[in-house]
């Protein structure tokens, strides 16, 4: 296996996972019918966003060290 190949399999299932896990949060967000759930929606979607965007960063550097 090249190391292009390797490049693009790693970005492909890191870009899965990511889009994966915002499922869940920003579907409770469209189906929230009140403030406080839409507002505990916005929160748990920028909390995974920023624990998803750590673990890639952790990610990418362990995976080109």
Not at 7 to 23: E, Q, S, V, Y
Not at 31 to 39: I, V
Request: one cysteine or more; glycine letters at 0%; hydrophobic letters at 60%.
């Amino acid at each position: 296996m090249t190391r292009k190949t390797e490049k693009t399999k790693f970005w492909t299932i890191l870009a899965i996972i990511n889009i994966a896990a915002m499922i869940y949060p920003f579907s409770q967000y469209v189906q929230a019918e009140s403030n406080d759930t839409q507002l505990f929606a916005v929160i748990l979607l920028f909390c995974i966003a920023f624990l998803l965007a750590v673990a890639d960063t952790v990610s990418a550097i362990v995976a080109y060290m």
